[in-house]
C-alpha cells in the first residue's frame, strides 16, 4: 500500500503542478492577449488619426484647387466680356464717319498729322471724306484710305507717315478702353 499511496501522492503532486503550470500559461495568455488588443487599439488609433489627417490635407487642396479654378474661369468670363464690349465698340465706330464728331475728328487729326510730317505731305482719306476737310494749299488730299475712316498723312519724301486712322487710335488707346470697361463692368476690380 505504500506504493499506492506514494503513486496517489505524486499523481496528486502532478496534477496539481500540472492545473498550476496550466493556470499560469493561461494568466500569461492572457496578459499577452490584452498587451496585443492595447497594442492594435494604439495602432488602430494611430492610424485613424493618420487617415483623418490625410483627409483633412486632400480636402484642403481640393478646396484650394477649387477656388483657383473658380478665379480662373471668372478671370475668363471678365475678359471675355471685356473683349465683347471692346468688340461691340469696335463695331459702332463704323457708323462714326455719319455723325457730325467725325468732321471734328478729322479737322484736329489734319491739324497734328500736317505738323508731324511737315509741309507739303499728302493726305489720304477715304472715298467721300476729302469734302469734310478744310486742307491748307501746301496739302495734297487723296481719297486711296480703306477702313472706318480717319486719315494717314505722309511726308512729301515719303520717308514719314503719321496714321490717324480710327483703326490705329483705337489700338492705341485699347489698354485705356480695356481699364476704363473693366471699370464700368467690374467697379475697377
Not at 498550476?20 to 493561461?26: K, L, N, T
Not at 465683347?84 to 479737322?107: A, P, Q
Not at 472715298?127 to 477702313?147: Q, R, T, W, Y
Request: hydrophobic share 35%.
Amino acid at each position: 500500500m505504500g506504493i499506492e499511496k506514494l503513486k496517489s501522492s505524486l499523481l496528486s503532486e502532478a496534477q496539481q503542478e500540472s492545473a498550476r503550470i496550466v493556470e499560469d500559461a493561461q494568466k500569461q495568455a492572457k496578459t499577452m492577449l490584452e498587451e496585443e488588443r492595447a497594442r492594435c487599439a494604439a495602432m488602430k488609433s494611430t492610424a485613424e488619426k493618420e487617415l483623418e489627417s490625410r483627409l483633412e490635407e486632400q480636402r484642403e487642396e481640393r478646396l484650394a484647387w477649387a477656388r483657383l479654378e473658380a478665379r480662373r474661369i471668372l478671370a475668363e468670363a471678365r475678359e471675355d466680356a471685356i473683349k465683347s464690349v471692346l468688340e461691340d465698340f469696335f463695331e459702332v465706330l463704323n457708323t462714326m464717319r455719319k455723325s457730325g464728331d467725325y468732321k471734328k475728328l478729322l479737322s484736329t487729326t489734319l491739324s497734328q498729322a500736317i505738323s508731324d510730317v511737315g509741309p507739303g505731305s499728302t493726305i489720304h482719306v477715304l472715298k467721300g471724306d476729302k469734302a469734310l476737310l478744310s486742307a491748307p494749299k501746301n496739302v495734297k488730299v487723296v481719297e486711296d484710305l480703306e477702313g472706318l475712316g480717319g486719315l494717314v498723312a505722309e511726308s512729301a519724301n515719303g520717308k514719314i507717315i503719321s496714321d490717324h486712322t480710327i483703326e490705329t487710335i483705337f489700338e492705341t488707346r485699347r489698354d485705356e478702353m480695356r481699364k476704363n470697361v473693366n471699370e464700368k463692368l467690374f467697379g475697377g476690380k
